[in-house]
């Protein structure tokens, strides 16, 4: 059981828009910055988004990320068949147990 | 370019110890906290250890404390990951992964070494 919450799946046509939620608590995203990975088939993460809307060099615009309370979104434009990957938001929780926490991750399939 | 390659998974019996390496290069290793991660087969990604650039700060998961044993050798520019009394739900492909600016990402990873736990 994660720690944040993310739909298992998502599926939209290429070129449409979808949108991940990943839902936590005030321990962790709603005072916390969030993070957004992308993992392709049989590779490693890699950071989408952090500082909950913020990309780094070289990510698309089509990846946004935004924050509201205790919950955050990663959205997708433009979907290409090539965003078929499993995404997963993050941050930090700053409970007992505390350190970095992720969502249990969402399969976005191109139909 | 940055790069994180982890090395010495394999197979373990249960119970036993192992002890992985993440070598690092393309960046000032000494000034950067890293941490490990593992994602079990199928699974998510759960994080594991952290470890500040002096390694004066570590942190451990409770699924790890006091099995698992994280240290790094600046002047190796080395990150290592000591597994002792190894279950079979320790079984994943363990990522070494570098602390972004930010505090909150991370925002380089390895390509993983995977540690199965089996007799």
């Known amino acids: 059981q994660s720690v944040l919450t993310q739909p298992p799946s998502v599926s939209a046509a290429p070129g449409q828009k979808v949108t991940i939620s990943c839902s936590g608590s005030?321990?962790?995203?709603?005072?916390?910055?969030v993070s957004w990975y992308q993992q392709l088939p049989g590779t490693a993460p890699k950071l989408l988004i952090y500082?909950?809307?913020k990309r780094p060099s070289g990510i698309p615009d089509r990846f946004s990320g935004s924050k509201s309370g205790t919950s955050a979104t990663l959205d997708i434009t433009g979907l290409q068949t090539g965003d078929e990957a499993d995404y997963y938001c993050?941050?930090?929780?700053?409970?007992?147990?505390?350190?970095?926490?992720f969502g249990g991750g969402t399969q976005l399939t191109v139909l | 370019e940055v790069q994180l390659v982890e090395s010495g998974g394999g197979l373990v019996q249960p119970g036993g110890s192992l002890r992985l390496s993440c070598a690092a290069s393309?960046?000032?290793?000494?000034?950067?906290?890293i941490n490990w991660v593992r994602q079990a087969p199928g699974k998510g990604l759960e994080w594991l250890s952290y470890?500040?650039?002096?390694?004066?700060?570590?942190y451990y998961a409770d699924s790890v404390k006091g099995r698992f044993t994280i240290s790094r050798d600046n002047a190796k520019n080395s990150l290592y990951l000591q597994m002792n009394s190894l279950r079979d739900e320790d079984t994943a492909v363990y990522y070494c992964?570098?602390?972004?600016?930010?505090?909150?990402?991370?925002?380089?990873w390895g390509q993983g070494t995977l540690v199965t736990v089996s007799s």
């Open positions: 500082d909950n809307n």
């Open positions: 005030s321990s962790n995203i709603g005072n916390n910055y």
């Open positions: 470890i500040s650039p002096s390694s004066n700060t570590i």
């Open positions: 393309g960046f000032t290793f000494s000034t950067y906290s």
């Open positions: 993050g941050t930090w929780d700053t409970s007992l147990s505390g350190g970095p926490v």
């Open positions: 992964a570098r602390r972004g600016y930010s505090g909150y990402e991370f925002d380089y």
